[in-house]
């Protein structure tokens, strides 16, 4: 078929699919401007006379589904009619002035559903006991007596939709509204589009770089190369006869460049002369420090968990196992680069970016500008992925001291190269096991300690007072494997590098080292990792069982593979659920890998909408392959040596493994996280998997960096 | 003066020759639908067609497109309807949805030129960066939009 015919064959399908396939016509494109229309109900929801449905969603969508899940939630306690249904962002500003009506804004630890799910289906009770109430009135029947679906209200045969009743539901005041019996639920459990999907298939999805304001300026920025350096002076007489009226203005650690427009601002920024006072991390290198971790390895550490004598036991034991393992900084490289436009007045200030913490963006826009909290006004837009990084506000707030000074609308934009380099990292870590095994191979000692940077040091430098950061030591200091003998240290060292909570967070590195070693412990001990994982897990640990046992089954487990293909295990509990995974791998014996298939098993003990939980899990493992095969955030001379997707390569279509995701829920109240479980376990998979290929061990990330040839 | 041709309609705009397409599109005409993601050719995500192949606007000049017709996202149908879109929306493709305007973009050139696909095809065709990781998606919807297109 040639192009001409293409074309017209697909103006002939579009006619055709309209007939078979339903575009929901209520797209939110614009998900931070309030187009509730017609009455509110609650602060959740609005209903319009034609009984379009608006949920307000007060959590960030970036991709993990919010948009849809938590909507779904409330539609069903209401008895909405799903395809009526809408989402919108819930405003922060509104949240503030009226008491925390919209609970915890902040997106993070893999908590929207599993926190929100009590106050959500609270909300969707009471809009449904005030709609039955006010049709009950109308009719002068018993409210209990009438029923509420498909946003119908009916009573013997007598009906009123959602959208007739709206007004009057909004005026009564209920009591008590129960919640149903989850038995009568009808939409949560089963698979549902993304409502905002068809907003991101034709451009019209608002990101925080699409917001475009009258008179708008833009501004780009460059920081000093050195994080923690300053600026010691800027040329700004360079910039007189550059086009777009360029601004320069001073951030202390960095200097940005306001014009009319991005490019005359970016290629002013870059072409500005700035000194850098390069501050006490001038001379930073990463290769020292990895020697510096790995000597304070060396050294005691904090005990974080002890059980036993673990001295004893490696004196008394038959054999013993050790072993290092490393882990590299990482940086967050969202597909958005960090950007954010704000409009700063006397009165109020404005701020419009993609933020996964409304609440802190307030409290910054109140310390930058002096104006109290009520007048600031956080306006989220969709996130172009968030990972975490958009938890913080360091870019919230150089937008805002910008925007002080530039009097009109300005919209900041980081360059890659920026984003790339100017931190809040995955920490980098370094970890020693040894394991000690009586004469029938039964571990009898285990001792570990880790040297890792701590992400709270820098956060809440209280809850590391005792030497530990509890994030550094996730999935270590509760190990859940049953050993008589065990010690977990841990030591914090810091280096003048920002880090941060990055997908998964401690778990990403530990899942990594942890899952590695129980495979050597396994092998050295002549068992299979599964049955060797299994006699260590006692009946605490139920679901940790199942989801062993299914991942077994489902990912053809011991196979018979060719030379230089082989088979990996891990399995993590992290965020309240549990994920286990099998990699399949195939190297060359030049040594090239490429991950053939990944199976998931997950319990997350309940699920909203399995179609986004599926994709979450095939996203994490995206993301953790990423990290696993090509991940490292190096630094020389004090400043981060990678820039762009070039030389801080990620996960494409040509890399791919086939992953099959399968769930092995739990059930009852157990309601785990979903964004997050799913990365840890693909490092540790592949790894192994990559041991049983070709006999080397992975004990060291990224993977591209290591010779995995072999004969 | 510059004379642009974008989704059929002729803009006359005031811009330096030497501005990438992209930032012509998105800051000078508001289309927004292009997305920057690295400025350097590598990532896919401000893909456009120009005369209908896929090129990164990101490091195109406005002076490479004189006299050209340049189609963005925006232009790609009149109401979601190009099957790649259709396609995108049945198999619930985007996950954030930044990269998604130049993976569409991407891939409904790849069926231009070739209707039926491989999974080889699409590798070697589709190398835009999706960091939500919705890649085994695009290849399903590939598949789905070519299958759209042959039974219209
Ligand atoms: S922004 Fe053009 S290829 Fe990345
Ligand atoms: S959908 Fe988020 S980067 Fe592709």
Redesign the interface.
């Known amino acids: 078929?040639n192009?001409r015919h293409?074309?017209r064959?697909?103006?002939?399908?579009?006619?055709?699919?309209?007939l078979s396939?339903h575009?929901p016509a209520l797209a939110t494109a614009r998900p931070f401007e309030a187009a509730g229309e017609g009455e509110e109900i609650n602060a959740w929801l609005t209903i319009a006379a034609d009984d379009a449905i608006t949920i307000r969603v007060a959590q960030s969508?970036?991709?993990?589904?919010v948009f849809t899940s938590l909507p779904m939630i409330v539609a069903d306690e209401l008895g909405a009619d799903w395809s009526n249904v809408r989402a919108e962002y819930a405003d922060p500003n509104r949240s503030l002035r009226e008491d925390g009506v919209y609970q915890r804004m902040g997106t993070g630890g893999s908590r929207a559903v599993r926190h929100s799910l009590p106050y959500l289906l609270a909300a969707g009770a009471n809009a449904r006991e005030r709609l039955l109430l006010a049709a009950a009135r109308r009719w002068g029947v018993p409210a209990g007596e009438c029923k509420a679906a498909n946003s119908v209200v009916t009573h013997n045969d007598k009906t009123l939709r959602f959208g007739q009743l709206a007004a009057a539901a909004a005026a009564v005041t209920v009591e008590e509204a129960p919640l149903k019996p989850a038995a009568e639920r009808t939409l949560i459990g089963t698979s549902q589009?993304?409502l905002?999907?068809?907003?991101?298939?034709?451009?019209?999805?608002?990101?925080s770089?699409?917001v475009?304001l009258p008179g708008m300026v833009?501004a780009a920025v460059k920081h000093c190369p050195v994080i923690g350096g300053t600026v010691k002076s800027v040329d700004a007489a360079a910039l007189a006869s550059a086009?777009g009226a360029p601004q320069v203005v001073k951030l202390g650690h960095a200097v940005a460049v306001v014009a009319d427009?991005?490019?005359q601002a970016q290629s002013a920024v870059d072409a500005l002369p700035v000194a850098w006072d390069n501050g006490p991390g001038a001379g930073g290198d990463s290769q020292a420090w990895r020697a510096e971790f790995a000597a304070a390895l060396d050294e005691p550490g904090v005990v974080a968990a002890e059980q036993g004598d673990v001295g004893a036991a490696f004196a008394a034991a038959e054999s013993t196992i050790e072993a290092d393992y490393f882990a590299p900084y990482l940086a967050h490289?969202?597909?958005?680069?960090l950007n954010c436009t704000v409009h700063v007045q006397a009165h109020r200030a404005d701020i419009w970016t993609g933020m996964q913490n409304p609440e802190a963006a307030m409290a910054v826009g109140a310390e930058v500008t002096g104006l109290p909290a009520e007048a600031i006004y956080p306006h989220n837009c969709?996130?172009?992925?968030?990972?975490g990084r958009r938890l913080n506000t360091d870019w919230i707030r150089e937008a805002l001291v910008i925007g002080q000074q530039v009097e009109r609308p300005v919209q900041l934009?980081w360059?890659?190269a920026e984003d790339t380099r100017q931190g809040f990292f995955r920490p980098m870590s370094a970890l020693r096991f040894k394991a000690g095994f009586d004469a029938d191979g039964k571990p009898i000692g285990y001792a570990n300690h880790s040297v890792t940077h701590s992400i709270l040091a820098g956060v809440r430098p209280d809850a590391v007072a005792t030497g530990i950061d509890p994030s550094s030591v996730e999935g270590l200091a509760n190990l859940p494997y049953a050993i008589a003998n065990t010690q977990v240290s841990h030591t914090i060292r810091n280096t003048h590098l920002t880090t941060w909570f990055w997908r998964s967070v401690g778990a990403t590195q530990n899942a990594f080292a942890r899952e590695c070693f129980i495979d050597e412990m396994a092998a050295h001990a002549g068992q299979d990792p599964f049955d060797f994982r299994r006699a260590l897990l006692g009946a605490e640990h139920g679901d940790t069982l199942r989801v062993l046992a299914m991942l077994e089954e489902k990912s053809d487990w011991g196979r018979a593979l060719p030379p230089g293909r082989g088979q990996g295990m891990a399995v993590f509990e992290a965020f309240g659920s549990v994920a286990g995974q099998v990699a399949e791998v195939s190297v060359s014996q030049s040594g090239d890998v490429k991950v053939e298939r990944v199976v998931c098993v997950l319990d997350c003990g309940n699920v909203v909408n399995p179609?986004t939980v599926e994709?979450q899990i095939?996203?994490?493992?995206?993301?953790g392959l990423?990290a696993a095969l090509f991940g490292k955030i190096t630094v020389a001379d004090g400043a981060v040596a990678e820039s762009?997707?070039?030389d801080y390569p990620?996960?494409?279509?040509?890399d791919?493994p086939?992953?099959e995701t399968h769930l092995a829920l739990a059930g009852g109240d157990k309601w785990g996280g979903v964004g997050e479980p799913g990365l840890p376990p693909a490092a540790p998979a592949v790894c192994n998997a990559i041991w049983r290929a070709t006999g080397k061990r992975v004990r060291s990330l990224p993977i591209a960096d290591l010779d995995l040839s072999w004969t | 003066m510059n004379e642009l041709w974008v989704n059929g309609v002729r803009h006359a705009l005031e811009v330096?020759q030497t501005?990438?397409l992209l930032?012509v599109l998105?800051?000078?005409l508001?289309?927004?639908?292009?997305?920057?993601?690295?400025?350097?050719a590598?990532?896919g995500?401000c893909t456009v067609h120009v005369d209908?192949a896929p090129t990164r606007s990101c490091v195109t000049p406005l002076a490479a497109v004189a006299g050209k017709a340049v189609t963005?996202?925006?232009g790609?149908?009149a109401?979601?309807?190009?099957?790649v879109?259709?396609a995108?929306?049945?198999h619930?493709?985007?996950?954030?949805?930044?990269?998604?305007?130049g993976q569409?973009m991407a891939a409904a050139a790849l069926?231009?030129?070739n209707?039926a696909p491989t999974d080889a095809d699409?590798?070697?065709a589709?190398?835009?960066?999706?960091?939500?990781?919705?890649?085994?998606?695009?290849?399903s919807g590939i598949h789905r939009a070519a299958e759209?297109?042959?039974?219209?």
């Open positions: 078929m192009r293409f074309l064959a697909s103006a002939t399908s579009a006619g055709g699919l309209l396939f575009l969508e970036m991709g993990e589904g589009r993304r905002e999907v068809p907003a991101k298939v034709d451009g019209s999805a608002a990101f770089m699409d475009r833009y086009p427009s991005y490019w490289a969202c597909m958005e680069p969709f996130l172009g992925g968030g990972f934009i360059s890659r179609l994709e095939e996203g994490g493992v995206v993301y990423s762009n997707f070039h990620v996960m494409r279509m040509t791919m086939v992953v | 330096d501005t990438p930032w998105r800051d000078h508001n289309l927004t639908g292009t997305k920057y993601g690295c400025g350097m590598v990532c995500a209908g963005t996202i925006e790609l149908s109401d979601a309807s190009h099957p879109q259709q995108w929306v049945e619930d493709v985007p996950q954030c949805g930044y990269c998604q305007s569409i069926l231009a030129e209707p699409i590798d070697a589709m190398t835009n960066i999706c960091r939500c990781g919705t890649y085994l998606r695009i290849r759209l297109a042959r039974e219209a």
